[in-house]
């Protein structure tokens, strides 16, 4: 077996690592709102749950040469974002979000997606989404490189509320098969869910 020490070599070959070992990832699709009303939106792959009580998502955000990226910045600006789970219905959409635009400009309007007004915070949502979940900023800690410079921001949410298409809840359940979800692998690709098999607990 191959050992390779992370000091030994550049952060990119370490990063091909990380992202070819850990997959497939869950990807969050997030929207966030600047303080001049501009709506952001754009995927993250380095996503999970944090905890049920209260409900709460993690997401790190990469930094780019040090500088926080849109999301980042609009988050620890207005406190409150989106985050919708990707599906196959619409990330090719998700994928034109990447794009390298301007603060100015919005990635929505790109994808010519739509808008939809959230309950109980002012960051609107994506009316393609099957889910999305209305969040309020937690807790931002800064991750990597060094102090007056980190690399992420690990981004802790707390969901204050919830929407899911009407046919994906049952008995307070999600149907992953109708949900579709997508999840991140390596490079330019993609999974779907696949196969499912169920193993049970031990006693």
């Given at each position: 077996?191959?050992?390779?020490?992370?000091e030994?070599?550049?952060?990119?070959?370490?990063?091909?690592?990380?992202?070819?070992?850990?997959?497939?990832?869950?990807?969050?699709?997030?929207?966030?709102?600047?303080?001049?009303?501009?709506?952001?939106?754009a995927?993250?792959?380095?996503?999970?749950?944090?905890?049920?009580?209260?409900?709460?998502?993690?997401?790190?955000?990469?930094?780019?040469?040090?500088?926080?990226?849109?999301?980042?910045?609009?988050?620890?600006?207005?406190?409150?974002?989106?985050?919708?789970?990707?599906?196959?219905?619409?990330?090719?959409?998700?994928?034109?979000?990447?794009?390298?635009?301007?603060?100015?400009?919005?990635?929505?309007?790109?994808?010519?997606?739509?808008?939809?007004?959230?309950?109980?915070?002012?960051?609107?949502?994506?009316?393609?989404?099957?889910?999305?979940?209305?969040?309020?900023?937690?807790?931002?800690?800064?991750?990597g490189?060094?102090?007056?410079?980190?690399?992420?921001?690990?981004?802790?949410?707390?969901?204050?509320?919830?929407?899911?298409?009407?046919?994906?809840?049952?008995?307070?359940?999600?149907?992953?098969?109708?949900?579709?979800?997508?999840?991140?692998?390596?490079?330019?690709?993609?999974?779907?869910?696949?196969?499912?098999?169920?193993?049970?607990?031990?006693?």
């Amino acid at each position: 077996m191959l050992t390779i020490y992370p000091e030994n070599q550049a952060e990119r070959d370490n990063y091909k690592l990380l992202i070819g070992s850990i997959i497939p990832r869950p990807t969050a699709f997030i929207t966030t709102q600047s303080n001049a009303g501009v709506v952001n939106a754009a995927p993250f792959s380095y996503f999970n749950v944090v905890t049920a009580d209260p409900p709460m998502i993690s997401v790190s955000i990469q930094r780019k040469q040090g500088d926080y990226k849109d999301t980042s910045r609009n988050i620890m600006e207005t406190g409150e974002f989106v985050v919708h789970i990707s599906d196959e219905d619409y990330i090719e959409a998700i994928n034109q979000t990447a794009a390298n635009l301007p603060p100015e400009e919005s990635e929505v309007e790109l994808a010519k997606l739509t808008t939809v007004p959230s309950e109980k915070i002012k960051v609107p949502g994506i009316a393609e989404a099957k889910i999305r979940m209305e969040c309020v900023l937690e807790r931002a800690i800064e991750l990597g490189g060094t102090p007056s410079s980190p690399t992420c921001d690990l981004i802790i949410g707390k969901v204050v509320c919830f929407h899911i298409e009407d046919n994906l809840y049952e008995n307070g359940r999600i149907d992953a098969e109708k949900l579709k979800p997508v999840s991140r692998l390596a490079g330019n690709n993609y999974s779907k869910l696949g196969g499912i098999f169920a193993i049970a607990r031990p006693e």
